[in-house]
């Protein structure tokens, strides 16, 4: 049948052992590409979050249409504009290397989920708690720090965890781009060792594992904060 | 006698909601005012104005000589003459009850933390949660934790105190402890503002009763004139009401 037919060849598991190291190799490409992402992207998430928080309406203006604009393009264009077009108007030797334009462009991408993360977070803390501190004469400063953010953390936290196993798979896109990530392996055994079907089921099956992994521990992360309430 | 707290022309707008329109009153040292009227006065409003909670549309807030109002007055710093006690108590629940205390008077008056936990432990002994010092405020009933957001406030050393409907969130059961704290406060002399549905504890407590209707003070006097002889329409349909 048609089915039978087109699934030949060495079976999933063959092609795996025999391809570890390589699938080992990208599956670190990924993570670090997404912990690099994420890991800036909370740094400058953070100040975006800040920003957006400004009562200088330009201020605020300007890192609202960042984060609508990053939110609202896919991740892909994002990339391809990142990689593509900024080494062509600029001739700063940082962004000759694609891995540094794509990875910038992650991270900018990142940066704009996080901050909603941080805005929600801090949205999430009841208006009584900053209400109370200000009627203690707690400074701005002082307030955010000792009574907002340790509250905030508790919605933040989980919501963080989620976007690093969401740019998990975003940094499926880079494999256009030739970066070693889990999605390249497949591009590479397609192309030396025509393997058409088995490199695709193995690299889902590793995005699967590991992010609904992350996912079960994040639950348990949530419930753990939850108990303090 | 100069005012503590002189309020003058005060106005608040919700967009076009006209909530106070036009307020004049002084706060005196010592005294204990209460503010009764029905829901949507603006009683809470005019509460929140004190201490620029609520930021007025338009008049003036005269603190211990500062305008309020004025964008060069160091806001923080007056806020911790004003302690300020919620209907929904506001309690800090990350932090230990003592942690509750000492938080503000050790960040914002450099206060050491012997000091600032020999006083926070001789506040809470007054009010009965010496032995919950260490717990979480989640562990306390809501009585506990308005009287710990009372001690709170103290902590701070103010010059006047205001109560937002102090006892509305709480089970009848709860009201009286928290209502005894208030009073000790009062007879320790401490200049008190409160907005309170308690007709009795107006009663009883107060040197002056605000009544407040539709935004402005329609009267203000003595509890037993306010109470036993009310001269304004309003007042007289209101107690007729709540008594």
Redesign the interface.
Known sequence: MGLGLALTGPSMWSVFIENFGLFFDCLIGTLKLAGISVGFGTVVGAIVCLARMSKNKVIYGLFTAYVEILRGTPILAQLYIFAFVIPMVTDIPFFANEYNCVVLALIINSSAYVSEVFRSGIQSV?K??T?????????DF?MMT??VL??AVKTILPSLANEFIMMIKETSLASTFFITELMYARTYLMSTKFLTWQPIFIVAIIYFVITFTLSKLVNVLEKRLAV?? | MEALIKVIDLNKDFGDLHVLKGINEEIHKGEVVTIIGPSGSGKSTFLRCLNMLEKPTSGSIIFEGDDLMDKKVNLDKHRQKMGMVFQHFNVFPHLTVLENITITPRLEKKISKEVADKKAMELLAKVGLADRADEYPRKLSGGQKQRLAIVRAMAMEPDVMLFDEPTSALDPEMVKDVLEVIRSLADDGMTCVIVTHEMGFAKQISDRVIFMDDGIICESGAPEAIFNNPQHPRLKEFLSKVL
Request: aromatic share 0%.
């Open positions: 009841d009584g708690q209400e109370a501190a200000k009627s203690l004469g707690m400074s002082n000792r009574i340790p509250q303090s309430d």
